[in-house]
């Protein structure tokens, strides 16, 4: 009886979990202004490329992309869902909302004038800055842009940098799992899926069968209220890192947690950036088997990529 009562509550709480249809294809394009130029040919190579469910960036060339643009990218397939990326775990320089006096030197580091949840910039990634995501002043940056990508006529979201609890686990070279999180009691996994939730139910406030897609950060996956919250996970390299394969015991950590999405159906999206044949042959037969999506595709996202 409890379980039941606990699935009545999650479908009302978060009704996208039960009115997806699970999809057989999809892309993943940030840069579509890079590849495909004018935008009428990004609609038109969009709408014509069969994918089920497509992931765009909320603007091309800067400018958001019209609900007139994504009815016609998503008229090309019957049931093809298209969801907005959004970065929820680290600020990006790029961004509307970012200030110049946050790091006017550009060194890297906040400046005195730069809000309380700004921390440093990516070293792996220029013009990314860690954030402190459990603070208010960052989420009610992000809730609006929710509500934004909402009402632009996304059928979803697609999170980014939902690992960035990771960064505050990180003890000099090795990391504490469930780390602690002063500043609010919980672990700093806790902080990033009630994180998730938050996003979720502002999303459903727009449309009550918004997908919620995360992408990476499979450890949240042990969460069973997270697991609830999700329409599916997207994981990047799963199986290779560039021109290897991945660590077996890396592989069967990530893949121990994937397997506890699998009895609810939900997809697994595996985006794979090898450039070698044979490795992506092997990545694309073991996704296969285990039921997972596959798209092989470039780093930088420009392209529709080989499902």
């Not at 999650?10 to 890079?34: E, H, N």
């Not at 000099?172 to 009630?194: E, H, L, S, V, W």
């Not at 596959?294 to 499902?307: A, S």
């Amino acid at each position: 009886m409890a379980t039941r009562l606990t699935f009545l509550l999650a479908s009302l709480l978060f009704p996208c979990i039960a009115g997806a249809a699970k999809p057989r294809s999809f892309t993943y394009v940030l840069q579509a202004d890079a590849k495909f130029n004018p935008k009428s040919k990004a609609i038109q190579t969009l709408r014509k490329c069969d994918r089920d469910w497509i992931v765009l960036d909320a603007t091309y060339d800067g400018n958001r992309w019209t609900r007139h643009d994504l009815d016609s990218i998503r008229a090309g397939k019957p049931g093809r869902k298209i969801v907005s990326y959004v970065s929820i775990g680290e600020a990006e320089t790029y961004r509307p909302y970012w200030r110049k006096n946050w790091d006017a030197n550009n060194d890297g580091k906040p400046d005195r004038s730069a809000p309380p949840w700004l921390n440093i910039e990516n070293p792996d990634w220029e013009g990314n800055y860690k954030v402190r995501y459990w603070m208010p002043g960052w989420q009610n940056i992000i809730l609006p842009e929710i509500g934004r990508v909402m009402d632009q006529g996304f059928d979803g979201i697609y999170l980014d940098i939902v690992d960035a609890f990771e960064f505050y686990e990180l003890d000099g070279d090795d990391y504490i799992d469930k780390r602690p999180n002063p500043a609010t009691g919980n672990t700093y996994r806790q902080d990033m899926a009630k994180w998730v939730q938050t996003i979720s139910q502002r999303a459903v406030k727009s449309r009550r069968d918004a997908l919620i897609i995360p992408q990476n950060a499979a450890q949240l996956l042990a969460i069973p209220a997270y697991r609830e919250t999700i329409s599916g996970i997207g994981i990047e390299d799963l199986f290779n890192n560039g021109k290897k394969k991945q660590p077996n015991d890396e592989f069967s950590h990530t893949l121990e947690f994937l397997f506890k999405l699998r009895p609810s159906g939900k997809p697994i999206l595996i985006v794979d950036y090898s450039k070698k044949r044979s490795l992506t042959s092997l990545a694309r037969s073991a996704a296969h088997k285990y039921g997972f999506l596959f798209l092989n595709t470039d780093r930088p996202l420009k392209t529709l990529g080989r499902p």
